[in-house]
């Protein structure tokens, strides 16, 4: 069964009084696999007039149908050095000689007028999220055991056996980082899962008792 399994250091206060918040950043991660993807998705789906996706930027090419500001802020290499020079950037990285971040202005921006937004991002993003944006709800998604997360990303069909392995060794490595996070979920059944995030996003308002 999933559930929502806050830290020590948990941040209950800041959960507990998100309806009444100016705004706010949302950062999911968890390895490869888990499923996080699936739950942004329903999220945004369910909550589209609530949450909002981050839209990152790259310096590699639009693929079909792409548009720019909406799949991705399509960047000049220039443009995104010029970027990270100037800390214009809430994180980034360069994989597969491709430059990938987050645009920091567009979240402050909506921020600023209230709204929340969610960014679904890898672990090493999530930890330079967490030093430039401390005050960001961050939230781990863990599968129910590594033999269920090799299923998975065995049944998706995608990748060979040796990507697989190296997926599920940077996984072991992820998950053991979930302690850095303010609150962890289990995604064992999609569904319980969903209820989780919703529950911790949307809490039910408390009905006063005379």
Known sequence: MAQ???NPSSIS??????EEAPGQLIV???PSGVGKGTLVKALLREHSDELFLSVSATTRSPRSGEVDGQH???FSREQFEGAIENNELLEWAEFAGNYYG???RPIEERIAKGERILLEIELEGARQVAKVFPEALRIFVLPPSMDELERRLRS???DSDEAINRRLERAKVEVDAAGEFDVTVVNNELTVAL???RSLLFPSPQVAHS
């Open 156 to 158: 998706r069909g995608q």
């Open 102 to 104: 987050t645009p920091l």
């Open 195 to 197: 209820d989780s995030l």
């Open 28 to 30: 999911l991660t968890g």
């Open 13 to 18: 206060e800041e959960a507990s009084g998100l």
């Open 72 to 74: 991705y802020y399509f």
């Open 4 to 6: 929502t399994q806050p």
